[in-house]
C-alpha cells in the first residue's frame, strides 16, 4: 500500500461550483499536512498546511483533516477558472515530506 | 525577493553525456530539497541540505546522480552519465527554519535522448 493515494482525476467542475480534492494515507505518524498548488510548467506552491484534525480556513479555501480516518480534503468555494491546476497534498513524517501524485483540477467557464 | 533560481530550464542531452542542474536557494534560507517529478511516479525527494551539509540522500536513485552545496547561495545536481529514464522535470525548493513551507523554483525540464 502506498503511504500516500490521490486521484489523479482530471476532475472538471463548472464556475462556481464547489471543489473537494482528497488524499488519503496509510502511516499514522505523519503529522503536518499540506496542499500545494502547481499550475503547468511551474514550480508547485503552497497553499495551506495543517497539523492537527479539524478545519482550517483561508479565504475560499478550507482544508480539512481526519487522522482517524487518515484522511485529508482540501475545499475550494467559488471556483474560478483561475483555479485550474493540479493539488498536491504533502504529509510530512521522520523529517520527511511525501507527496501524492496530484489530482489535475480544471475549472470550466 | 527573486525566489528560487534554477537553470537550464531545459536541457536536452544524449545518452552518457554529463547534465548539471544548477539552484539559487532564496536568501536566508537554511534548507535545500531537490526533487524530481515524472507523470509515473509524481513527485520524489532526491536530497535535501540543511545548512548546506546533505542530510538525506536516500531518495538518489544510484550512484550516478550526485549533488553539492558548496556555499549557502548555491547547489549543483550532477547526473553523470545521463540516461533516457532520467528524463523528468527536476526542481530546486529551498525553506527557512522547517520542511513545511518550501518554496520552489520553475525546475530544470531535462530530456535525455
Known amino acids: 500500500q502506498k503511504e500516500v493515494e490521490q486521484d489523479p482525476g482530471p476532475l472538471s467542475v463548472p464556475e462556481g461550483a464547489i471543489v473537494s480534492l482528497n488524499c488519503t494515507y496509510s502511516?499514522?505518524?505523519?503529522?503536518?499536512f499540506m496542499w500545494y498548488r502547481q499550475y503547468s510548467r511551474k514550480g508547485p506552491e503552497l497553499l495551506m498546511y495543517t497539523y492537527s484534525s479539524g478545519n482550517k480556513e483561508d479565504g475560499r479555501f478550507t482544508a480539512q483533516v481526519d487522522k482517524s480516518s487518515k484522511y485529508i480534503s482540501l475545499f475550494i468555494r467559488d471556483s474560478q477558472p483561475s483555479d485550474s491546476a493540479t493539488y498536491l497534498c504533502?504529509?510530512?513524517?521522520?523529517?520527511?515530506?511525501?507527496f501524492g501524485k496530484g489530482t489535475r483540477l480544471h475549472i470550466l467557464p | 525577493d527573486a525566489g528560487v533560481i534554477q537553470s537550464p530550464r531545459h536541457e536536452v542531452t544524449e545518452m552518457g553525456q554529463e547534465v548539471t542542474l544548477r539552484c539559487k536557494p532564496i536568501s536566508g534560507h537554511d534548507y535545500l530539497f531537490w526533487y524530481r517529478q515524472t507523470m509515473m511516479r509524481g513527485l520524489e525527494l532526491l536530497i535535501y541540505f540543511n545548512n548546506n551539509v546533505p542530510i538525506d540522500d536516500s531518495g538518489m536513485p544510484e550512484d550516478r546522480f550526485s549533488a553539492k552545496m558548496p556555499n549557502a547561495s548555491f547547489s549543483t545536481l550532477k547526473i553523470q552519465p545521463s540516461e533516457p529514464r532520467d528524463s523528468a522535470v527536476y526542481f530546486c525548493?529551498?525553506?527557512?527554519?522547517?520542511?513545511?513551507?518550501?518554496?520552489f523554483g520553475p525546475g530544470t525540464r531535462l530530456l535525455v535522448l
Open positions: 525548493a529551498s525553506s527557512y527554519a522547517g520542511k513545511e513551507t518550501q518554496y
Open positions: 504533502a504529509l510530512n513524517r521522520d523529517d520527511k515530506i511525501i
Open positions: 502511516n499514522s505518524a505523519f503529522q503536518y
